[in-house]
């Protein structure tokens, strides 16, 4: 079963209604109302984007990033999600000097299990990951964001700084992190 944790961002509702027209069984909870305990009743996660900075937040999601890593649980985490990935295993973050927002193009720099060639994406960030911690890969990148998505080397943990949810390829992409 799929954990979709829902942070707040505005596009969670077309990736809750992708999920569904494709037939995936998930739940769906805020980071406030998860019951930590209770993860392991999952096997798979995705952290969608926020829209403000909240620190028990930050620590709930954390905390999910580390019961993955620790348990093998796939993760998928979107814009904030992948921010939120990065910190937590050791790397930062940075405050882009204008939102970005938009189709924008990515190029994958090595192969994987959910993309390949290039995908036309929609970005809406206003932070993106600056440094990654060495256990994370570099994926693909754009003209405007180097770490489009990453990977948790040998895991079936990624994180798109994209939102997949809101475009053809980002949808392929999730379709591919459901069928891992």
Do not use: W
């Amino acid at each position: 079963m799929l954990l979709v944790v829902d942070n707040g961002s505005i596009y969670t509702k077309q990736l809750t209604d992708f999920l569904g027209k494709r037939g995936v069984l998930f739940e769906k909870q805020d980071p406030q109302s998860i019951d930590l305990n209770l993860l392991a009743n999952f096997n798979s996660f995705i952290l969608s984007g926020r829209r403000k900075n909240e620190k028990k937040i930050n620590e709930i999601n954390s905390k999910i990033v580390k019961h993955c890593v620790k348990n093998n649980a796939k993760l998928l985490g979107i814009c904030y999600g992948a921010e939120i990935l990065a910190l937590t295993l050791g790397g930062t973050i940075r405050k882009t000097s204008y939102v970005q927002k938009g189709t924008e193009s990515i190029q994958t720099l090595k192969e994987n299990l959910i993309c390949n060639d290039s995908l036309d994406v929609f970005e809406s960030h206003a932070f993106e990951i600056s440094k990654l911690p060495s256990v994370l890969i570099h994926l693909a990148d754009s003209k405007n964001c180097k770490y489009e998505i990453i990977q948790y080397e040998k895991k079936s943990i990624f994180g798109t700084q994209f939102h997949p949810e809101m475009s053809p390829d980002g949808n392929n992409l999730i379709e591919k992190f459901c069928l891992l």
